[in-house]
């Protein structure tokens, strides 16, 4: 089975600054990894598919990269309204959830 | 509008049966394979099941194989969850989704709110 590993599990950063979640398949993946924003008490919201395809609606801070086994997901410039947890999911076999990203304003 | 409303949550003891329901509108239903996401209070999300706009294709996590059962019914735009044998570690949010495709799995880009599902005695 297709393991995912999401890091950090947390961070704080301050506004302005640029973030970089990593997402890491135990196996190729090819591009089938997704990046979700959810924000407390709130549906997760998709923000990237194929791995670096921005979903129409989406603020071009936000970003995706990289293929195979590995992945980064990049806020160019955080800003107050991103505080969230930010989710990884490939979808190579059946759909699998990295372990999610707490970010938070320093 | 594009919209999911789940249903059919509650409080259940373990090992009895609940259905949940999916209510879609604002798009093609039968267009779009469907989901089942749930969330265990405080954790992250877990994929349930999904199934491809025909039901042609199903698919469930290794943790409710067995005991749950997805379908639908695109007469009625609807999505269903039949949970049998429910156990304590079922306890979570249940969210819909709706696939970006009809036929495979790829990523979910219209959600529900969620219906809480309890299990507990």
């Known amino acids: ?106 | 509008e594009v919209q999911l409303v789940e249903s059919g949550g509650g409080l259940v003891q373990p090992g009895r049966s609940l259905r949940l329901s999916c209510a879609a509108s604002g798009f093609t239903f039968d267009d779009y394979a469907m989901h089942w996401v749930r969330q265990a209070p405080g954790k992250g999300l877990e994929w349930v099941s999904g199934i491809s706009w025909n039901s042609g294709s199903i698919g469930y996590a290794d943790s409710v194989k067995g005991r749950f059962t997805i379908s639908r019914d695109n007469a009625k735009n609807s999505l269903y969850l039949q949970m049998n044998s429910l156990r304590a570690e079922d306890t979570a949010l249940y969210y819909c989704a709706k696939d970006l495709v009809a036929t495979h799995w790829r990523a979910f880009d219209i959600w529900g709110q969620g219906t809480m599902v309890t299990v507990s005695s």
């Open chain 1, 1 to 106: 089975d297709i393991q995912m590993t999401q890091s950090p599990s947390s961070l704080s950063a301050s506004v302005g600054d640029r973030v970089t979640i990593t997402c890491q398949a135990s196996q190729d993946i090819s591009n089938y990894l997704n990046w979700y924003q959810q924000k407390p008490g709130k549906a997760p919201k998709l923000l990237i598919y194929d791995a670096s395809n921005l979903e129409t609606g989406v603020p071009s801070r936000f970003s995706g990269s990289g293929s195979g086994t590995d992945f980064t997901f990049t806020i160019s410039s955080l800003q107050p309204e991103d505080i969230a947890t930010y989710y990884c999911q490939q979808y190579d076999n059946l759909p699998l959830f990295g372990g999610g990203t707490k970010v938070e304003i320093k």
